[in-house]
Nanobody, 115 residues
Framework: QVQLVESGGGLVQAGGSLRLSCAASGSIFSINVMGWYRQAPGRQREFVAAITSGSGTNYADSVKGRFTISRVTAKNTVYLQMNSLKPEDTAVYYC?????????WGQGTQVTVSS
């Protein structure tokens, strides 16, 4: 299993930027995919972006061209750079790590975009 700690959320005006970080510890060498999901009030948790152990990336259509996921292996950290933020990006953002036999989540970090 993997332990995940997110940071970097906050309040930003529409059009602004934020960078989220997710630090992983534990069985990090067994991670196949790390990703970001988000959940807005009254809505289901949804996929945002993911990066594989081979550095392949995938994005939700709603964030393509605005968000970038990256990783620094030496720091066991994954980042989500969020640009051109919109009010509809407001949500709790969760880091996720998947490996053989596990699917672990962080505690979440709040992102609020004001109009």
């Amino acid at each position: 299993q993997v332990q995940l700690v997110e940071s970097g959320g906050g309040l930003v005006q529409a059009g602004g930027s934020l960078r989220l970080s997710c630090a992983a510890s534990g069985s990090i060498f067994s991670i196949n995919v790390m990703g970001w999901y988000r959940q807005a009030p009254g809505r289901q948790r949804e996929f945002v972006a993911a990066i594989t152990s081979g550095s392949g990336t995938n994005y939700a259509d709603s964030v393509k061209g605005r968000f970038t996921i990256s990783r620094v292996t030496a720091k066991n950290t994954v980042y989500l750079q969020m640009n051109s933020l919109k009010p509809e990006d407001t949500a709790v953002y969760y880091c996720n790590a998947r490996g053989s036999g596990y699917n672990d989540w962080g505690q979440g970090t709040q992102v609020t975009v004001s109009s």
